[in-house]
């Protein structure tokens, strides 16, 4: 298995020791309340809405906070927030893109520079190191809703590209254009998914040390922390010796 993928893993463990549950629950609350401003605020009418509030509950986001931001954006008022993707390098170049929501671009472009700074990185210009990703659509179920045969034989029917699964999971990819429609056919399928995003997949990757690993790490914990900071993809692998001295 790649270091990437056994990675996501140690860092979802890490965030959910280290995150204060409110931060996580105002950070969906903000993309359903962009998103329902965007478009309809009717979910079954606007596809990236329904994207965003698969993906509070499948983090248990309160009810009331999602129902909340959706009136808040049918109000008409409430904050402007402009959607913002940043690229840089971390430690021993490591590819990042972090995408933010934020209302106060010179704000927010200033403490994700600072944070790259700190951390041994550079945030570079638009465009420096997203020919190093591709976008993908994601969609996770545990293993127990199906088995793999019949996983792969509904997403693949419904447009999904590749399935991947495990004892503990089944993943389905797919193009970004067609999420939508690979996403609805599995839940009226198999009800909601763990988790339904569009990602930024690397398609070159850079191999870490313990020491720039750990050091990665902080990169990532501190952007996250970041209010405006929705999302942030790398493109690093590890070793399975590294792999293990990060997870003791």
Not at 15 to 30: L, M, P, T
Not at 50 to 56: D, E, G, K
Not at 111 to 125: D, Q
Request: overall charge negative.
């Amino acid at each position: 298995m790649a270091g990437h993928s056994k990675f996501k893993n140690i860092m979802h463990r890490k965030g959910a020791q280290d995150k204060k549950r409110a931060k996580v629950f105002a950070k969906h609350a903000r993309e359903i309340f962009v998103a329902a401003k965007s478009g309809m605020p009717d979910p079954d009418k606007n596809p990236r809405l329904r994207t965003a509030i698969l993906a509070a509950r499948a983090v248990n986001t309160p009810k009331d906070n999602i129902e909340r931001a959706i009136k808040k954006a049918e109000g008409g008022g409430g904050e402007s927030y402009e959607e913002v993707r940043y690229e840089g390098y971390g430690p021993a170049g490591v590819a990042v893109i972090v995408e933010a929501l934020t209302d106060n671009r010179n704000r927010t472009a200033s403490e994700v520079r600072s944070t790259f700074t700190k951390h041994g990185g550079n945030l570079g210009e638009t465009g420096s190191v997203g020919f190093m990703f591709e976008r993908r659509g994601l969609i996770e179920y545990p293993a127990d809703v199906a088995d793999g045969d019949t996983m792969f034989e509904v997403a693949l029917e419904a447009g999904a590209e590749d399935v991947s699964s495990s004892d503990d999971s089944h993943e389905i990819s797919c193009a970004p254009d067609d999420f939508a429609a690979v996403r609805d056919a599995l839940v009226e399928k198999f009800g909601d998914a763990q988790e339904a995003r569009l990602e930024w997949k690397p398609t070159t990757t850079t191999e870490l040390d313990e020491q720039s690993a750990n050091t990665m790490l902080k990169l990532i914990d501190v952007l996250e922390d970041n209010d405006d900071v929705q999302t942030v993809s790398s493109n690093f692998e590890v070793s399975d010796e590294v792999l293990a001295k990060l997870s003791s």
